[in-house]
T-cell receptor, first 115, second 112 residues
Framework: DAMVIQNPRYQVTQFGKPVTLSCSQT?????MYWYQQKSSQAPKLLFH???????NEADTPDNFQSRRPNTSFCFLDIRSPGLGDAAMYLC??????????????FGPGTRLTVL | TQLLEQSPQFLSIQEGENLTVYCNSS?????LQWYRQEPGEGPVLLVT?????EVKKLKRLTFQFGDARKDSSLHITAAQPGDTGLYLC????????????FGTGTRLTVIP
């Protein structure tokens, strides 16, 4: 059974048109992450939520926002997508949080295309 | 600055051959994870190693965490086409936010 679910799997948007990507989890993990992965590169962390606490990476553009309305769901909002934002977006979860080591479980990703 | 370096970056071998992928750092990690990622999919966790010197086996895959917890290796015995994919190591630090530092990745192709 899928534990980290991402919808849609493929998303096409137009330059400058806002888009929202969705992630849900059945693991009841308290930490959720969003990564951006470009072709043949390692995933790059954008931000993460530890419960309701939002933690933004220093180099994440303001164009990227996130919402976590409850434990199970987390959204990635791209306010004005540019061509350079075309990538695979990965959601991940882990059981614990800051200062504690734990394993991250990834969803299948959403492939975003910007026209 | 790349915290974790993987080598080789690309590897193409014949079915049945053995191979080793290395993940090296000058930093100490409290744990290290190995993932395999297929095109168009998210990374799938293979193993987590926590203790320095730890060795874990997963069928034909053998993972080792360095004694100083700065490096790790993945050895595949008798590679099969199904092993093809992007192999990523990722280290977790003990302090600060629970971020994973990903390695540069090794793209493995096993030719039938």
């Amino acid at each position: 059974d899928a534990m980290v679910i991402q919808n849609p799997r493929y998303q096409v948007t137009q330059f400058g048109k806002p888009v929202t990507l969705s992630c849900s989890q059945t693991l009841n993990h308290n930490v959720m992450y969003w990564y951006q992965q470009k072709s043949s590169q390692a995933p790059k962390l954008l931000f993460h939520y530890y419960d309701k606490d939002f933690n933004n990476e220093a180099d994440t553009p303001d164009n990227f926002q996130s919402r976590r309305p409850n434990t199970s769901f987390c959204f990635l909002d791209i306010r004005s997508p540019g061509l350079g934002d075309a990538a695979m977006y990965l959601c991940a979860t882990s059981r614990e949080g800051p200062g504690i080591t734990d394993t991250q479980y990834f969803g299948p990703g959403t492939r975003l295309t910007v026209l | 600055t790349q915290l974790l370096e993987q080598s080789p970056q690309f590897l193409s071998i014949q079915e049945g051959e053995n191979l080793t992928v290395y993940c090296n750092s000058s930093s100490v990690f409290s744990s290290l994870q190995w993932y395999r990622q297929e095109p168009g999919e998210g990374p799938v966790l293979l193993v987590t190693v926590v203790t320095g010197g730890e060795v874990k086996k997963l069928k034909r895959l053998t993972f080792q965490f360095g004694d100083a917890r700065k490096d790790s290796s993945l050895h595949i015995t008798a590679a099969q086409p199904g092993d093809t994919g992007l192999y990523l190591c990722a280290g977790a630090r003990q302090t600060g936010a629970n971020n994973l530092f990903f390695g540069t990745g090794t793209r493995l192709t096993v030719i039938p």
